[in-house]
């Protein structure tokens, strides 16, 4: 059973911007943290953005931090990731999630998740490119 579905990725030139979009299950939404991962090939896993389901909080990587937005439409179960002024560092595979609240904000709950393999629930990825 899919819980989590990606789209939005693409290939784009440094500068430019894409929206990530993630559409959830009614029970997996519900576990208050939403937020995206990235891995880029050879590297870790990088948590980069997280939402708070109840209250619209968000807290996001230094590495990303002004440069995207994470944001929610609660309606329709769905999580967005609007990356703006693109780096070729940026380029990765790049993966929703959803975790229980636990730590401190939704980024750390993400973090702790992951470290701890203990997500809710995780997308197939959707592939971001950044060409200089």
């Known amino acids: 059973q899919v819980q989590l579905v990606e789209s939005g990725g693409g290939s784009v030139q440094a500068g430019g911007s894409l929206r990530l979009s993630c559409v959830a299950s009614?029970?997996?939404?519900?576990?208050?943290?939403m937020g995206w991962f990235r891995q880029a090939p050879g590297e870790e896993r990088e948590a980069v953005a997280g939402?708070?389901?109840?209250?619209?909080?968000?807290s996001y990587a230094d590495s990303v931090k002004g440069r995207f937005t994470i944001s929610e439409d609660n309606a329709k179960n769905t999580v967005y990731l609007l990356m703006n002024s693109l780096k070729p560092e940026d380029t990765a595979m790049y993966y929703c999630?959803?975790?229980?609240?636990?730590?401190?904000?939704?980024?750390?709950?993400?973090?702790?998740?992951?470290?701890?393999?203990?997500?809710?629930?995780w997308g197939q990825g959707t592939l971001v490119t950044v060409s200089s």
């Open positions: 999630a959803a975790v229980r609240s636990a730590f401190g904000d939704c980024l750390e709950s993400v973090i702790v998740g992951l470290e701890d393999n203990a997500l809710e629930a």
């Open positions: 009614a029970y997996i939404y519900s576990a208050g943290c």
């Open positions: 939402i708070d389901t109840h209250d619209s909080s968000t």
